[in-house]
């Protein structure tokens, strides 16, 4: 981690170190042992399984739930819409989505799940 002193506040970039391969970055995805700002790299992976793998987790930290309510990939919005701690008002903006599965999907859980 490094970061940089801004105003009295630190900013803090985290990385990932290196992996052979997405698979590998998918398992380290769904590894119980990294949590909370651990998993914030993965959530912006620039493979869709690995982004998908932390959309799916309960333990997912709700910011990035929230940001991954803008992703394009509809298999990370899938993901996202089966985890039952998404916030309501990213599925909410996800009933109205282009694509008509998510869309669907959306509207069905809001129906099922938000009573």
């Known amino acids: 981690m ?3 002193p801004s105003r009295g506040r630190r900013d803090v970039t985290v990385t990932l170190p290196p992996a ?3 698979s590998e970055d998918v398992t ?9 700002q651990s ?5 912006v992976h620039r493979n869709a399984r690995v982004r998908a793998a932390v959309a799916a987790r309960t333990d997912c930290p709700a910011g990035a739930l929230i940001s991954l309510g803008h992703d394009h990939d509809v298999t990370v919005l899938e993901a996202l819409l ?5 916030p309501s008002s990213v599925v909410r903006a996800l009933a109205d989505h282009r694509n008509q599965r998510i869309s669907d999907l959306a509207v069905q859980r809001l129906r099922n799940g938000y009573r």
């Open 2 to 4: 490094t970061g940089t």
């Open 20 to 22: 052979r391969d997405v």
């Open 28 to 36: 380290r995805a769904l590894d119980p042992d990294v949590t909370g």
């Open 39 to 43: 998993l914030l790299p993965f959530a």
């Open 82 to 86: 089966r985890n039952v701690r998404t």
